[in-house]
């Protein structure tokens, strides 16, 4: 079930947001306290946020920035204000896209239906597979982070495109060719001493943050992710 984080200071329209999306099959959670949102957002871990922007305290333009410092999350801005000036400033603060008050609720699950497609849209509703999780070493897929219980290190996009590709396949091999297939950029021409560099830098970011996992270097076929011998 996808989880969506209502941020939206008119109790009754965040009542009715919850209340007909529920019947969609999202599992929704309104913010009270709008001091923090922030920590509402780490705990229940969205796969969606609604944002207002006539907040309490700070507007939704400071939250979303919050957000998008530490995650991908879509965000969906939910107001009245939805000037041209207002959706160009969204945007700058990290929005995704932009429903205007009032608003049909058929729109807006449409909106929220076709978020959902585009980010997760592969993982088939099956929220276990933001998270893949191999010895002590976590890699969160909306967080693009590398962690253990003892540290976290964020990944650059190569990086989690091929961190993925080595979880899923644990324990087995990955080669050079489906490795470098995953990091391909149709514009733009991607040596193999890039897939090199890239490697590298992941088995340094799985050693700082002491993960049991290394990457072993299969001569002539690819890598494979390995438990370290005890």
């Known amino acids: 079930m996808y989880k969506l984080l209502i941020v939206e200071d008119e109790m009754n329209i965040a009542a009715t947001l919850?209340?007909?999306?529920?019947?969609?099959?999202?599992?929704?959670?309104?913010?009270?306290?709008?001091?923090?949102?922030?920590?509402?957002?780490?705990?229940?871990?969205?796969?969606?946020?609604?944002?207002?922007?006539?907040?309490?305290?700070?507007?939704?333009?400071?939250?979303?920035?919050?957000?998008?410092?530490?995650?991908?999350?879509p965000i969906m801005i939910l107001s009245a204000r939805m000037s041209d000036i207002d959706q160009i400033y969204g945007i700058e603060n990290g929005a995704d896209d932009?429903?205007?008050?009032?608003?049909?609720m058929d729109v807006l699950l449409a909106k929220i239906n076709g978020q959902i497609r585009r980010i997760y849209g592969e993982y088939a509703m099956d929220s276990q597979y933001r998270m893949l999780k191999r010895g002590n070493t976590e890699l969160n897929l909306e967080t693009v982070r590398l962690s253990t219980p003892a540290q976290e290190k964020v990944l650059t996009v190569n990086e989690i495109k091929l961190c993925t590709m080595l979880f899923e396949a644990f324990p087995n091999v990955v080669s050079r060719q489906q490795l470098l297939s995953a990091i391909w950029d149709e514009d733009v021409f991607v040596e193999e001493n890039t897939l090199t560099v890239n490697i590298v830098r992941l088995r340094k970011k799985l050693a700082t943050i002491e993960s049991s996992l290394?990457?072993?270097?299969?001569?002539?076929?690819?890598?494979?992710?390995?438990?370290?011998?005890v």
Request: with cysteine; hydrophobic share 35%.
């Open 18 to 73: 919850k209340s007909h999306l529920l019947k969609y099959g999202y599992d929704c959670h309104i913010v009270v306290d709008f001091e923090k949102v922030l920590e509402d957002f780490q705990q229940f871990q969205p796969h969606l946020v609604i944002m207002d922007i006539n907040l309490p305290a700070f507007d939704g333009y400071y939250w979303s920035r919050k957000i998008r410092h530490i995650s991908n999350c």
């Open 98 to 104: 932009f429903v205007t008050k009032p608003f049909s």
């Open 214 to 229: 290394e990457i072993a270097t299969i001569r002539g076929i690819g890598y494979q992710l390995t438990e370290k011998s």
